[in-house]
């Protein structure tokens, strides 16, 4: 298998394995490939603490290829690199926001995070179409989860 040449690497404080566990369950065609841990912390002190942990994690989530490591608490996600979900319908949108939103206060216009603090937007295929009139774009604005009738309905609201 061919790997990606350009690769999402993302650093989690401590829980890059069970990250890792948890994606491929959510996504389909998804594989951990491998998992190198640190080694023994007398080696060198960048290593103090990290014994067992993952130093370098590599996984596929349904063909999108990922690295991942265990950077120590200053490892944090932000909003400012997020991955996106197209769906093909809103059983889908639904199974994957359920699956990945986990802090209320981030959902937002189709937006989430989820309990690493990875941010997702979890949104239709036909998203640009569904939000072709100004009308949608408010209904949009005003959602927490994308629902696709209800952006259906406003595209139909008089203007």
């Not at 065609?29 to 130093?55: A, C, Q, T, W």
Request: with cysteine; hydrophobic share 40%; proline share 6%.
């Amino acid at each position: 298998m061919e790997l990606s040449k350009i690769q999402p690497s993302l650093w989690f404080a401590d829980q890059a394995r069970e990250a890792m566990e948890y994606y491929t369950s959510v996504f389909p065609n998804s594989e951990i490939r491998s998992i190198e841990l640190y080694p023994d912390e007398s080696l060198d002190p960048h290593f103090e603490g990290m014994r067992g942990k993952v130093l370098s994690g590599e996984f596929t989530l349904d063909g999108v290829d990922f690295t991942c490591l265990d950077g120590g608490p200053v490892s944090t996600f932000t909003e400012a690199v997020s991955f996106t979900v197209l769906c093909a319908g809103q059983e889908e949108i639904d199974y994957y926001w359920h699956a990945l939103s986990h802090t209320p206060e981030a959902e937002r216009c189709g937006w989430c995070k989820d309990r690493f603090g990875v941010s997702w937007q979890v949104l239709p295929q036909n998203m640009r179409q569904l939000t072709s009139t100004p009308a949608q774009v408010q209904a949009m604005m005003r959602m927490k989860k994308i629902v696709i009738e209800e952006l259906e309905d406003a595209g139909l609201a008089p203007a």
